[in-house]
T-cell receptor, first 113, second 113 residues
Framework: GESVGLHLPTLSVQEGDNSIINCAYS??????FIWYKQESGKGPQFIIDIRSNMDKRQGQRVTVLLNKTVKHLSLQIAATQPGDSAVYFC????????????FGKGTMLLVSP | NAGVTQTPKFQVLKTGQSMTLQCAQDMNHNSMYWYRQDPGMGLRLIYY???????DKGEVPNGYNVSRLNKREFSLRLESAAPSQTSVYFCASSRDTSNQPQHFGDGTRLSIL
């Protein structure tokens, strides 16, 4: 696959561990946030989103936490599996007439069996 | 349930050649986007179309043109390819531009020699 993961921060965990991936976002006015998963050779895949009027949202095996005070977003993956190995990145939506998403550079998650 | 389909998947061009990347979505989304992804840079927005009949520049529009052919299709054209345009190109779509997840295709891997 392409070298999307070059120079990315890497988190290495053992299968069955819980993983926490962090993201610092840039705009205090951002009101919507998304986590994506990108496997080698594939496009980004939507995992979970959260609006700024919430501080926590849970999905299947995943939880997103939002701390607006310090502009911090985290993705928690429970019971991490080898299939979770991928690059994860956050995106923020800044409100305005040309509202579009701004993407972070990503974190590579490596899960060992 | 194809989602977002991009063609071609791979392409090699010589400097100065032209090329059109095709994208189609079957989710009845109003908004469509073109990004490029380079190692260590994250996803950068080239152009987007908030709705059929409109297009707007993103962060890195120079050297590219787009056409929103109809609600389903959004093409990206390189008029005179340059080595700096070697990248992986992703198309995405969303219901609209504000506070909605974008859904991505699997990319076009473009090399310019």
């Amino acid at each position: 696959g392409e070298s999307v993961g070059l120079h990315l921060p890497t988190l290495s965990v053992q299968e069955g561990d819980n993983s926490i991936i962090n993201c610092a976002y840039s705009n205090s006015a951002s009101d919507y946030f998304i986590w994506y998963k990108q496997e080698s050779g594939k496009g980004p895949q939507f995992i979970i989103d959260i609006r700024s009027n919430m501080d926590k949202r849970q999905g299947q095996r995943v939880t997103v936490l939002l701390n607006k005070t310090v502009k911090h977003l985290s993705l928690q993956i429970a019971a991490t599996q080898p299939g979770d190995s991928a690059v994860y990145f956050c995106a923020e939506n800044s409100p305005g007439e040309r509202s579009t998403l701004t993407f972070g550079k990503g974190t590579m998650l490596l899960v060992s069996p | 349930n194809a989602g977002v389909t991009q063609t071609p998947k791979f392409q090699v061009l010589k400097t100065g050649q032209s090329m059109t990347l095709q994208c189609a979505q079957d989710m009845n989304h109003n908004s469509m986007y073109w990004y490029r992804q380079d190692p260590g840079m994250g996803l950068r927005l080239i152009y987007y179309s908030a709705s059929e009949g409109t297009t707007d520049k993103g962060e890195v529009p120079n050297g590219y043109n787009v056409s929103r052919l109809n609600k389903r299709e959004f093409s990206l054209r390189l008029e005179s390819a340059a080595p700096s345009q070697t990248s992986v190109y992703f198309c995405a779509s969303s219901r609209d531009t504000s506070n909605q997840p974008q859904h991505f295709g699997d990319g076009t891997r473009l090399s310019i020699l």
